[in-house]
């Protein structure tokens, strides 16, 4: 690590980043450096690590570090924080722009507030896959929607797809008492996902509302996830629970989702940048 380091922490639902402009690419963090950054007593504290790196195909590659010193492929929430702090220090100032991840291109939409901030973000997400070897996930050919896992002696229906990194989505009736820490971090590991998941809790609350809890890969349980939130609709569309445009609630917030007739989800919602500062050193 190239120390000083200055960074900005940004969050969008709580879910909480440490952004790093490195458009020159010398910037290279070992899983130690990331994880002693991100924590919350000893270091800045974040769920994760942004690096803003260059790219020939968009406005700049984001890559996602996770806390535990991982790399995600993509993050919803992220990236709007991406957006937000591109947007309003002059790092790209188009209201529509491309951002690179390690899933690909995504299309982002900004709307400004009157003092000429990015206020809310649009995120094409792209279209979800189902397929076993995109999640990825061990077993059969087929599709696993709707399909038993069994976890520590539990036998729960689970939905599994990828939204550009893996998710496990699992309906419960009652947010408030499912066992996240319990069952998060048991299916996050299970040996059916050789590169970990993302696992989402969900409760319906109406044909347009679910209510949300996220154990995230790499990061435990979040107050947000923005991907999370778009395997959540796809799941509960696909099973006749919801409409294809749904609000999600999560303990950081709400979030718009929207499962396009074209087959891509749209997530929309704001980010904020909360300050800035210089690391001098890493204990």
């Known amino acids: 690590m190239i120390l000083p380091l200055t960074f900005t922490k940004a ?6 980043f440490v952004i790093i402009d490195d458009r020159t690419g010398r910037i290279s963090l070992t899983p130690a450096e990331i994880s002693e950054v991100c924590d919350r007593r000893r270091g ?3 769920d994760g690590i942004l690096l803003l790196q260059p790219s020939t195909a968009a406005a700049f590659l984001m890559r996602t570090l996770n806390s535990d010193g991982t790399e995600a492929e993509m993050c919803g929430n992220g990236i709007r924080c991406a957006a937000k702090y591109a947007f309003d220090t002059g790092l790209a100032r188009q209201t529509e722009m491309l951002i690179e991840t390690k899933a690909g291109l ?9 003092d000429g901030l990015a206020e809310t973000i649009r995120v094409d997400l792209g279209a979800p896959s189902f397929e076993r070897a995109s999640i990825p996930m061990t077993g059969p050919a087929s599709e696993a929607v709707r ?76 107050t947000a996830c923005g991907t999370g ?8 569309s696909l099973a006749g629970l919801t409409d294809r445009v749904t609000r999600v609630s999560l303990m950081g917030g709400d979030l718009a989702v929207e499962w396009a007739e074209g087959g891509h989800v749209y997530i929309t919602g704001d980010a904020a940048l909360v300050f800035t500062g210089t690391i001098g050193s890493i204990l």
Do not use: K
């Open 147 to 222: 399909e038993r896992l069994v976890v520590d002696g539990a036998s729960l229906e689970v939905t599994a797809l990828s939204m550009g990194n893996p998710h496990v989505v699992t309906f419960v009736d009652d947010i408030s008492q499912a066992d996240v820490a319990r069952f998060g971090p048991l299916i996050e590991n299970d040996e059916a996902f050789p590169e970990r998941t993302n696992v989402e809790f969900v409760q319906v609350t109406s044909r347009a509302g679910l209510r949300l809890r996220v154990w995230e890969r790499g990061a435990g349980e979040t």
């Open 11 to 16: 969050q969008a639902l709580g879910n909480d």
């Open 229 to 236: 939130a778009a395997a959540a609709v796809v799941a509960s």
């Open 44 to 46: 800045v504290g974040a």
């Open 106 to 114: 995504r299309a982002i939409e900004i709307v400004t507030e009157n």
